[in-house]
């Protein structure tokens, strides 16, 4: 073996693969699917760690991103959703748009030959739910599966009707009782009641077993009151919702329950209790891998550069207010400066939208606590 080989294997060695489970996705992909991407696929990933990472395919309009073994990211007008398939059957995470439906679905029959077992809201945003309906009708109900099988084994099967190809009758959709009356006070929206959620929760967490444990985590009012955070336990992979956006700030939506305090509140309980830095630090794992709602996939420093992007506007803002400032004069201040390059837009949710949230969202809190106090 030749010193410039030697040195290769050293490397790849002494990276210990750079994340098992990354390491394992790419290497069941073809070998001119192995290139290096182009950085700003990973956001804080490393170049080193990079060219452990498979670049994404197309698929019509729809880019598929490998993060682990078994579980994909695919992107679609701007928005990502996640795809977990395995032996257990496929489980998706946001289907997106309705718009993109069937382009959603052929990229997943693309994916994997296993059915569409579950689908999890993590909001009640249409760009995130729209496409509730057509997923959940393509895919089926363990239960109803088991149901089915059953009564064939016994000669049943004139008594049970299963509707579907696939004998299912569509994949349950798991989300928090909030998305579902969110939903149905959503006279913009159009949906039908094969789109709402079936199996709704108001406790902490929501859990279930398909190829690996998966928790569905209820977060504080951040976006609005209806958020959730979704993690696959064996793949270390977080799915973060409309709480972290890696291509502007934060949508807060005040009217349907978000606020500032609860943006920074879920942030923390991700990078606390969903979140996690590999040990040994000098192997370069990028830890947990996240996926936000849209841009690059993330890490748990993106996490926290978020969280600390939102307190620190949060705390300008106080103390403007604290120093009897009006809010044109906060405006003016620019409680956002050194973040606009980063998060700043000139689309539907600017860095002045953001900042009337911050402030009405700090007003807000002020007088909730002046109330309790007289």
């Not at 750079?18 to 990933?45: E, F, H, T």
């Not at 073994?69 to 679609?76: A, Q």
């Not at 956002?336 to 002045?352: I, K, L, P």
């Amino acid at each position: 073996m030749n010193k410039r080989a030697l040195s290769a294997a050293v490397v790849v060695l002494s990276l210990g693969c750079v994340g098992a489970n990354v390491c394992r996705a790419a290497a069941a992909m073809p070998a001119a699917m192995q290139a290096s991407p182009p950085p700003a696929l990973y956001g804080s990933v490393t170049p080193a760690e990079q060219t452990m990472l498979p670049p994404p395919a197309r698929i019509g309009p729809v880019d598929v991103l490998p993060v682990a073994p078994g579980i994909e990211m695919l992107t679609v007008d701007g928005v990502n959703i996640a795809v977990q398939s395995g032996a257990d059957g496929t489980v998706v995470v946001d289907p997106g748009p309705a718009q993109s439906a069937q382009a959603v679905l052929t990229a997943i029959a693309r994916i994997s030959s296993e059915p569409i077992h579950y689908l999890i809201d993590t909001g009640a945003d249409a760009e995130l739910i729209g496409g509730n309906a057509a997923v959940a009708a393509a895919g089926h109900s363990v239960a109803v599966q088991d149901l089915f099988i059953a009564g064939q084994r016994r000669g049943f099967t004139n008594l049970i009707t299963v509707p579907g190809a696939n004998g299912g009758g569509g994949a349950p959709i798991i989300a928090r009782q909030n998305v579902l009356t969110e939903m149905a006070g959503q006279t913009e929206a159009d949906y039908s009641a094969a789109a709402f959620p079936t199996d709704t929760f108001t406790r902490p967490a929501f859990n279930l077993f398909i190829n690996e444990p998966i928790a569905v985590l209820r977060l504080p009012g951040a976006h609005s009151d209806a958020d959730a955070a979704v993690r696959f336990e064996r793949s270390d992979v977080v799915v973060a919702g409309e709480i972290f956006d890696q291509t502007r700030f934060p949508v807060i939506d005040l009217q349907h329950g978000g606020s500032a305090q609860g943006e920074i509140d879920a942030l923390n309980l991700l990078i606390n209790m969903l979140a996690f830095a590999h040990t040994p630090v000098l192997t370069d794992d990028p830890g947990t891998l996240v996926i936000p709602v849209r841009g690059p996939l993330g890490t748990l420093d993106d996490l926290v550069s978020y969280r600390d992007m939102v307190a620190t506007v949060m705390m300008r803002v106080q103390y403007y207010i604290d120093h009897g400032k009006s809010y044109q004069q906060i405006l003016g201040a620019d409680p956002a400066q050194g973040f606009h390059t980063r998060y700043g837009t000139d689309s539907s949710w600017t860095t002045a939208d953001f900042v009337q949230a911050v402030y009405k969202s700090v007003m807000a809190g002020q007088r909730a606590r002046h109330r309790q106090r007289g």
